[in-house]
C-alpha cells in the first residue's frame, strides 16, 4: 500500500470512530418528549436522619436549639468524657515509659561487657593449661566455658527484651489512638448539612449506645415524587428528563408585590421498576430549594405540579 492509500484510510478509520463516539454521546442523552405535566406531586425529603448516642454517658451540653441550620461536622451534643480523659492521661504517661525502656541498651551493654569477661577468663585459663598441662582444673574450665555461654545467651535475651520494650512502645501508641476514638466518639457531630427537625435528649439524661438525641432533615435539595401513567409514558424516555416546579402564594406583608412565584429546575433522577395497581410508576426528581424571608420555600409534604420534558 502506498503512502497515499494510507493516508486515505487513516482518514476513513478516523472519521468512523468519530461518528461512532457522536452516536455514543447522543445515546447518554435522554430523548426529548414533548412537554406535560404531573399534577399533585408530593415533595419529600432527600435525607432525613436520626443523631444517636455511639457511646454510653449523661449528656453534659447540648449545642443546639431546634430549628437551627448547621453544617456537616458540627458538634451538636457532649456525652461525659471525664473518664476517658483521664484514661488517656494513663495513656500518655505509661507511652512516655515505655518509650523509656525502649531507648535504655544499658542491659544489652552489661550483658556484652561481661560476656568479654568471661571470654577473656575462660581464655586465660585455657593459656595456663597452655604452658602449664593440669595447672587450671578440668572442671574450673567447664565452669568457666559455661560462663561465657550463659553471658552470651544474656545477651541475646538482652537484646529481646529491648525488642519487646519497643514492640510495647507501638501497643502504647495504638491504646492512645483507641482512647482518642472514644473521646471522638462521646461528641456528637452532624453528618450532613441540614436543619434540626426535633430535638429528642436534655442535658442530664443518660443515653445508652443508639439513642436518638436530634432528628436532622435536608432542606437545600428536596425530592419531587409523582406517577406517571405506563401506556402513556415509558419508562426508558422519563429518566434523565428535565423538570420544572413553580410553586405560588401569597405574601400579605407585602403590599407592592404579594404574589409570589418561584421556579425550581431539575431532573428525573429514579424511575421506579414496579408498576402500581392501576398502571402507574413512580418517578421522583432532585431540585434545589431556595429561601424567602431566611425560609425555605418548598417543604415536606407539599402539593406541587411537575412539568416534565423539553
Do not use: H
Amino acid at each position: 500500500m502506498n503512502t497515499r492509500n494510507k493516508v486515505f484510510a487513516l482518514l476513513i478509520g478516523t472519521v468512523v470512530l468519530l461518528a461512532g463516539g457522536l452516536r455514543l454521546g447522543n445515546a447518554q442523552q435522554p430523548t426529548a418528549i414533548s412537554k406535560f405535566t404531573l399534577a399533585d406531586c408530593n415533595v419529600a425529603l432527600v435525607e432525613e436522619v436520626q443523631i444517636t448516642a455511639q457511646l454510653p454517658g449523661v449528656l453534659v451540653s447540648l449545642d443546639f436549639k431546634e430549628g437551627d441550620a448547621i453544617t456537616k461536622d458540627q458538634l451538636l451534643a457532649q456525652i461525659d468524657d471525664s473518664d476517658a480523659l483521664l484514661k488517656r492521661k494513663e495513656l500518655t504517661l505509661q507511652l512516655a515509659v515505655a518509650e523509656k525502656e525502649a531507648s535504655n541498651d544499658i542491659n544489652v551493654r552489661a550483658a556484652e561487657a561481661s560476656a568479654e569477661v568471661a571470654e577473656a577468663e575462660l581464655k586465660e585459663s585455657i593459656a595456663v593449661n597452655m604452658e602449664s598441662p593440669g595447672a587450671v582444673p578440668s572442671t574450673k574450665i567447664r565452669r568457666e566455658e559455661l560462663t561465657f555461654r550463659r553471658a552470651e545467651l544474656q545477651i541475646d535475651v538482652a537484646r529481646l527484651e529491648l525488642d519487646v520494650a519497643k514492640l510495647n512502645v507501638d501497643v502504647k501508641n495504638t491504646q492512645l489512638d483507641n482512647a482518642d476514638l472514644t473521646i471522638d466518639r462521646l461528641k456528637v457531630k452532624s453528618p450532613l448539612n441540614a436543619e434540626v427537625e426535633r430535638k429528642l435528649k436534655e442535658v442530664g439524661e443518660f443515653v445508652q449506645i443508639g439513642d436518638p438525641i436530634a432528628q436532622l432533615v435536608r432542606m437545600d435539595k428536596l425530592r419531587i415524587e409523582g406517577f406517571v401513567q405506563l401506556k402513556q409514558y415509558l419508562p426508558q424516555l422519563i429518566y434523565g428528563q428535565p423538570v420544572t416546579i413553580q410553586y405560588s402564594f401569597v405574601d400579605p406583608t407585602d403590599a407592592d408585590d404579594p404574589n409570589k412565584t418561584f421556579t425550581f429546575t431539575g431532573s428525573v433522577s429514579f424511575v421506579s421498576n414496579k408498576v402500581q395497581a392501576g398502571g402507574e410508576y413512580k418517578i421522583w426528581a432532585e431540585v434545589t430549594n431556595q429561601k424567602y424571608k431566611e425560609q425555605w420555600i418548598l417543604r415536606p409534604g407539599v402539593a406541587v405540579d411537575m412539568s416534565i420534558g423539553q
